[in-house]
């Protein structure tokens, strides 16, 4: 790390006493970051912008929120309609969620994808997982505010799986209710939490950017940065790209915001909770829907669940097992992976089962957002099945046998070469 | 790793190319500062009074109830008002402080629209204490009007402050008489 | 291959949206509201009619509990003509001088003001059902966002229903055959036929402008920030759009040198 000398008096003062400029300066102008960036590397810089969102337009919204059950519902229709600007503000909170996980499923995507997650990274991934955990339970806890059906009901659904675990689920699910159903005390303490989660997200986001600035971005062609032609200062360079990036994904944000606000959401939702009426399809948000499919495949004649059934696990329980797996198992991939290339676009055989895992998650999200009837009860099984085969078989397989196409010595090099911007 | 030091004001086609770029710097901060500025807006916005708060920024008061020499105090906009039916001789009294030393110069004429009826906020100027006065066993102070039992304030018939550390007369609240027996206030 | 994927992922989402009625999916027609697309707003004349025929028909079961006499400004009615509608109706006052809030036997009200929510027909729950053979009237307020379809499931839903069910559906005598409602069998008996209410502008009191203009009502009732949304979508998109094109501007020429 080179000295900064500061022109500056005043800054020189505070930065011997608090070296907050120096550490600006470390992680900006003085930064280096690979050349060769593309677009999928915009997504970090979208989802922290949209953390930001959502933490202003939540701190906003609950000055005007209630979390007791007899107001909860209105309350927010009162803020849609009687509060200055208040269904901006809730409309843009609503649909900042489902924005939120776009981008960092998007980010999750490339980092599958460009072996982002491999040595030396491998904390920074496993950070990013720890995030996207955070983010779930802050989006569950959230969707129960409003206090319509799906919050009742979804959280009705989610909190029993808890039941599944021998000896100790009913306890913890009544613990977790704070009673003998989903009622005021679980809406109170749901309140509190999601409160509290995204500061735990903004905490965990330091550590992550932390363990970035640690071992440097990767890059698209997996080869690690090794002299300064090969690399930019992060600015000016990608603050002008990521503030672009931002320009776009803002466009895309509020066009939903202020023409299809309801896209992303369930109509259900606008029926104030009713204990004594289930809706005919209780359906997570989307965000949700490859795990709740995963969650149900796992009847007692659904042919991946004889394994637990040789270890007396019951399908309840299977099926929580192998939800909160399907997450579980992404933090081993820096070891699951033993390629001697990291990038997809050096590993011809990986590419193509990338896509096929992508489309794998796609079915398993139109799975869970269908009744589990007919051909999908079927089509669910497989589909969760091959989720876990990508994981624990084909991507170690692979690793070992995969012919790699050669990899270029250094960024500087492969730039030079080609005239193009590099692809994806 | 090197730190790289890549010159961000690399000439990019001399002289020319430095001012577009940094006019084109300037216009777009400009543009992104005006945008923060109304991205910013319906947050502070939403902390402004809300539509149905402002709905209820008015009360009606019916005066036909209120006899002579009675005191009733109802609330608007979460603040006690008292409404006063004057009797002759403190509609007298106040009249005759008009030329008394006042603290905040009033004439008693610009605190009421019909002299026997007397419409002020019922909180002390100094520090928000609601003065005694209202019920006819009350402290009336040396003014024969009302006393705040927080820090000695004395107000007069006309709701002047006289004596104390209150620093103003009490706020008479904007009201209009609908019609003889009715106030709005607010 | 990626051009593939991408029109797969559009396919998919295109036709995954929520899930739905399982077996029958019932067709809406999709109708021409003037509150939809980029542009949207509302007619007022219409949302005047659309309230005249809530009042005179639908009120008379469903309330409209989110919606304040005050919010009737917004479709044309002055403050005066709003505080004469809203003294229509009663809600119940607070305690006398006594404390009590009975008088003689019976409860004491006084006349709604404009800043008192749509007074209900029914007390509570359970006089709604019972006033409607055991059904309960949903509150409208929030209709058109609450069912898949939005206003095109409520137009639907009242120009839907049929004399007789068809052949082979066996149905109750409480019952009505409707062809948008699931399961197509709904307690409500068909509300709105021509000149169920007398419109004072002229507009022809068919079945289906009564049905267009009280959905018209409803969904203003149920989204009334609606035009100024919109309105305000199109100023931030043109600015954001003005804002972008400056960033990618500024973005190539910082890029120029390393291209």
Redesign the interface.
């Known amino acids: 790390m080179s000295e900064v000398n500061w022109k500056n008096p005043v800054i020189k003062w505070v930065d011997s006493r608090l070296p907050v400029f120096s550490m600006m300066h470390h992680s900006t102008a003085g930064y280096p970051t690979p ?1 060769n960036l593309n677009y999928w590397w915009n997504f970090g810089s979208l989802a922290l912008t949209v953390l930001v969102i959502m933490i202003l337009t939540g701190v906003f919204l609950v000055m005007n929120y209630t979390p007791h059950t007899s107001m909860a519902f ?1 309350s927010v ?1 009162r803020i ?2 009687d509060v200055n600007y208040g ?2 503000l809730r ?1 843009l909170h609503m649909n900042g969620a489902s924005m939120f996980f776009i981008v960092v499923y998007i980010h999750m995507f490339r980092g599958l994808y460009y072996g982002s997650y491999r040595a030396p990274r491998e904390i920074l991934w496993a950070v990013g997982l720890l995030i996207y955990l955070a983010m779930m339970a802050t989006g569950f806890l959230g969707y129960v505010l409003p206090w319509g059906q799906m919050s009742f009901w979804g959280a009705t659904v989610i909190t029993n799986l808890f039941s599944a675990i021998p000896l100790v689920g009913d306890p913890i699910v009544t613990w977790l209710w704070g009673g003998f159903s989903v009622d005021n005390p679980t809406l109170n303490r749901f309140f509190s939490l999601h409160y509290l989660l995204p500061f735990v997200i903004a905490a965990l986001v330091g550590v992550h950017l932390w363990a970035l600035h640690t071992v440097k971005s990767s890059n698209p062609l997996g080869v690690e940065m090794k002299t300064e032609a090969d690399s ?1 200062p992060f600015h ?2 990608y603050t ?2 990521d ?2 990036g931002v ?2 994904f ?2 895309f944000f ?2 939903f ?3 299809a ?2 896209f992303f959401g ?3 939702n ?2 104030e909770a009713n204990p004594m009426v289930t809706p ?2 209780i ?1 997570p948000e989307w965000y949700y829907l490859p795990f709740y499919a995963i969650l149900r495949a796992f009847t007692a004649d659904a042919f991946i669940y004889l394994p637990f059934q040789l270890l007396f696990i019951t399908p309840k329980l299977a099926g929580v097992i192998a939800m909160f797996g399907a997450i579980i198992i992404l933090f081993f991939l820096p070891w699951l992976d033993r390629s001697p290339v990291r990038s997809a676009k050096f590993r011809p055989i990986y590419k193509q089962f990338f ?1 096929l895992f ?2 794998d998650c ?1 079915i398993l ?2 799975v869970g ?3 589990a ?1 007919g051909i999908l009860v079927v089509v669910g099984q497989w589909a969760t099945l091959y989720y876990f085969a990508h994981i624990l078989v084909i991507i170690p397989l692979l690793s070992k046998f995969e012919k790699t196409r050669p990899v270029p010595d250094s960024i500087a090099s492969a730039v030079t070469k080609t005239a193009k ?1 590099e692809e ?1 | 790793m090197a730190e790289t030091a890549a010159n ?1 004001t ?1 000439e ?1 086609g001399g002289e020319d190319g430095e001012t ?2 940094d006019f ?2 300037l ?2 901060s400009a ?2 500062v005006v ?1 923060t500025g ?1 991205a910013v807006w319906p947050f502070i916005d939403s902390m402004n009074p809300s ?2 708060v402002l ?2 920024a008015s009360t009606e008061v019916d005066l036909s109830a209120i006899e002579e020499g009675q005191s009733i105090t109802i609330t608007w906009r979460g603040k006690p008002v008292f409404v006063r039916h004057r009797t002759e001789d403190e509609i007298a009294q106040a009249k005759k402080d008009d030329s008394a030393t006042l603290i905040e110069v009033q004439k008693d004429e610009e605190r009421v629209q019909k002299e026997q009826w007397l419409v002020i906020v019922g909180v002390c100027t100094h520090l928000g204490c609601i003065p005694l006065g209202q019920k006819a066993t009350d402290p009336k102070g040396e003014f024969g009007g009302w006393f705040c039992p927080c820090h000695g304030s004395h107000y007069d018939t006309s709701g002047r402050i006289r004596k104390g550390p209150a620093p103003k007369n009490l706020e008479v609240p904007p009201y209009a008489f609908i019609d003889d027996e009715t106030i709005k206030i607010g | ?2 051009k593939i ?1 991408l029109s ?2 559009a396919a ?1 989402a295109l036709t ?7 077996g029958d999916a019932v067709e809406l027609h999709k109708q021409d509201w003037s509150f939809n697309g ?1 542009f949207g707003h509302y007619d007022q004349a219409q949302l005047k009619r659309g309230f005249q025929i809530y009042k005179e028909i639908c009120a008379g079961c469903h309330s409209l509990r ?1 919606v ?1 006499y ?2 009737l400004q917004a479709i044309g009615f002055t403050e005066d003509e709003v505080k004469e509608i809203a003294a229509e109706y009663e809600v119940p006052a607070g305690p006398n001088e006594f404390g009590e809030i009975i008088e003689d036997g019976e409860l004491r009200k006084r006349p709604a003001k ?2 008192d929510k749509f007074v209900p027909p029914f007390a509570n729950e359970l006089a709604a059902k019972a006033g409607n053979g055991g059904s309960l009237p ?1 509150d409208l ?2 209709m058109n ?4 379809g ?1 206003p095109d499931y409520v137009y639907g839903l009242l120009t839907g229903y049929l004399e007789e069910a068809p052949e082979g559906v066996e149905m109750p005598d409480t019952m009505y055959y409707n062809k948008v409602f ?1 399961g197509h069998q709904i307690s409500m008996a068909p509300p709105l036929y021509a000149e169920a209410v007398e419109y004072e502008d002229g507009t022809e009191p068919t079945l289906d402008n009564h049905a267009k203009d009280v959905v018209a009502f409803l969904n203003w009732a ?1 989204e ?2 609606l035009e100024e ?2 309105s ?2 199109l100023k ?2 043109i ?6 094109a ?6 190539r ?7």
């Open positions: 050349k209105d229709e849609m309609r269904w901006l409309y930019i000016p360079y002008i790209k503030l672009y320009g776009l803002m466009i509020l066009a915001v202020f023409w606000p309801n369930e109509p259900d606008y029926i005919a399809h359906v896509w992508f489309i796609l999200g139109y957002a269908k009744p009837e911007t994806a | 961000p690399v990019t577009r770029r084109l710097l216009a777009t543009v992104g945008g109304l539509a149905d709905a209820l | 291959m990626r994927i797969a992922v998919l995954a949206g929520t899930a739905q009625a399982s980029l989110l304040a005050r919010n404009p800043a949903p307020s929030l966002k609450a069912r898949k939005g699931p149920a009334p920030e949304r919109k305000m979508g931030v998109m600015f954001l759009i003005v804002l972008t400056m960033f990618y501007a500024l973005k020429r910082i890029w120029a040198d390393v291209h």
